[in-house]
């Protein structure tokens, strides 16, 4: 079943146009994934997902109903996690999740119960009475996680949802959401890790200047974007571009930054053999399978965008 | 939905109710005995017949209600925005803007009440009061709160820095509580700050307490001061929506 039906989805805004023309469908129980950099359109597509801005043009369906008309009634069945958290830093952990499950009309004895619930879910317990200020940002996080759960529901929105955190805090975040998408709940989520779309989603879509640039699984877009091996030299010299020239024909592509020369290759070690074969002595050289983030850079470009 | 976000608001206040409490009764204690035994033993002649402490005294019930609507729809509603971001969760929640605005207006109506109650209870152990009808202060300074409330909403919805509120309460809170007939008649002032003192809503919350605490009648038409106020109200209402929908639907 289709939870998210897009075709031709625009959001402009006074002078510029944030999603030019989108079209994505999000079956239910699957993990898609916005991939792009800042810019792109991904949060003002979250923001149309979850009803709080109007298309400004084009077809949105998200549970089978129209978010211009229906706005509080899907919001009734979507849990959102925002890019920046807005818990009430006055209140304590488990107040945060009581009087947000209220909004939905959760009576409050069933909002204690889920309160308590969810705190276990996201390892909070032990602070369920302490206030949210002290907390780190890894605790806001997963509470603002446990939140956008509390009314158990059937899409939930995560904008970034490990940005700013550290590694471990990212890697129990990554945990817990997997363990969501066991349970079958359909999760969309934006990112700029590549890492973070690899490990979390099934389907994802890569987005740059409002549009759809490229959609299939991590692994179809590595196979098809990417080669199966990356394999990066660094040679000792104030430009890497005079040696891009000997490279040629080595790999399928090649490309050239300011500290290093990346080879997309079938295979490493005869890449690697080859260069040795053209007499190039490279400071050093490393082999790794091709990563979502060539497939990422490729398509978008290596130019900061910010 | 409404009652669902006056609920959270409520649950907040419950963190600081003790101390609040307590300042709505010093408050009021302070300003009678300084005030009103202090610099009421100077005009010894009263006002209008009556003392000067009784005379003073509704105005300040209804300037105490403008005070905490204005202070509690200022810093807590830019906060909202800008710094908890409250206003952005509950957003996402199904509720309508419409919801989120008047629950917390609701507790807007809530905190002027209860500060005014405070203050009618000390003003009455002080002997100040002469007519049952001084139980009317109470939905008059929920008026006076909404009249104020709204464009004040409105107001902290559309800055993004607090500097702005600093500057409403020099230009707009301090003049209107010093002009509006609290302290002195109105009458006692030139032509236009009297005018501007009747265009403010303060002075017809002031006017109406006044009458109902000394249990005389109103310089204006007590209707017309309702309609007035009302209109602040409803006003202020519209012009808060449309802020709070601009920055919460976009």
């Not at chain 2, 209008?48 to 204005?70: C, F, H, K, N, R």
Request: hydrophobic share 45%; proline share 5%.
């Amino acid at each position: 079943m289709t939870l998210i039906h897009a075709r031709g989805l625009v959001k402009r805004f006074e002078g510029f146009t944030a999603v030019d023309g989108i079209d994505v469908d999000v079956q239910r129980g699957e993990a898609f994934g916005f991939l792009g950099p800042n810019g792109a359109g991904k949060s003002s597509t979250m923001r149309m997902i979850g009803c709080v801005s109007p298309p400004t043009d084009g077809v949105l369906r998200i549970l089978d109903m129209d978010p211009r008309r229906d706005g509080p009634a899907i919001r009734a069945r979507l849990g959102v996690c925002p890019q920046l958290d807005n818990l009430d830093l006055e209140l304590t952990v488990r107040e945060n999740l009581t009087t947000y499950a209220r909004f939905f009309g959760i009576p409050r004895k069933v909002a204690r119960a889920r309160a308590d619930e969810l705190l276990d879910f996201v390892q909070l317990t032990e602070r369920a009475d302490s206030k949210v200020e002290p907390l780190s940002g890894g605790m806001k996080r997963r509470l603002t996680i446990a939140r956008a759960l509390v009314n158990e529901p059937e899409i939930v929105l995560l904008d970034e949802p490990t940005t700013g955190l550290d590694p471990q805090a990212r890697h129990l975040v990554w945990e817990r959401l997997f363990r969501l998408k066991q349970q079958g709940v359909t999760l969309v989520l934006t990112t700029h890790y590549m890492d973070e779309a690899e490990q979390l989603c099934d389907r994802l879509v890569v987005m740059d200047g409002g549009r759809i640039v490229a959609e299939g699984s991590p692994r179809t877009l590595i196979e098809q974007y990417s080669t199966r091996e990356v394999v990066e030299l660094r040679f000792n010299a104030e430009s890497q571009e005079v040696f891009a020239g000997k490279l040629t024909g080595v790999g399928r592509r090649l490309e050239v930054l300011p500290d290093r020369i990346l080879l997309y290759v079938d295979d490493g070690d005869d890449a690697v053999a080859e260069v040795q074969r053209r007499a190039l002595s490279p400071a050093s050289v490393l082999v790794r399978r091709s990563s979502l983030e060539d497939v990422f850079l490729h398509l978008t470009g290596r130019t900061l965008v910010d | 939905m409404t009652r669902y976000v006056l609920e959270y608001h409520l649950v907040s206040y419950r963190r600081i109710w003790r101390s609040s409490v307590l300042s709505s009764f010093v408050l009021p204690l302070l300003t009678m005995l300084g005030f009103g035994v202090g610099v009421g033993a100077y005009v010894t002649g009263g006002v209008e017949g009556v003392p000067y402490l009784d005379w003073m005294v509704p105005g300040l019930i209804a300037s105490t209600a403008m005070q905490v609507a204005i202070g509690d729809s200022s810093w807590p509603v830019l906060g909202g925005f800008e710094w908890q971001r409250i206003y952005f969760g509950q957003a996402a929640a199904p509720l309508r803007v419409a919801d989120i605005l008047d629950g917390h207006l609701a507790f807007v109506v809530f905190r002027t009440l209860t500060s005014c109650a405070a203050f009618l209870l000390i003003a009455t152990a002080f002997g100040t009061m002469h007519s049952w009808w001084a139980l009317a202060t109470l939905p008059i300074a929920a008026l006076v709160g909404l009249a104020v409330a709204t464009p004040t909403f409105a107001y902290a919805a559309s800055v993004r820095v607090d500097s702005y509120l600093a500057v409403l309460f020099r230009l707009g809170v301090i003049p209107m509580s010093l002009f509006s007939g609290v302290f002195f008649p109105v009458e006692s002032l030139p032509g236009v700050l009297r005018w501007i003192a009747y265009a403010l809503p303060l002075w017809h919350g002031v006017d109406l307490s006044r009458a109902a605490t000394l249990g005389t009648a109103p310089d204006w038409s007590p209707v017309g001061h309702v309609l007035y106020l009302s209109l602040w109200a409803g006003a202020g209402w519209l012009l808060a929506h449309r802020a709070f929908r601009r920055r919460l639907v976009v």
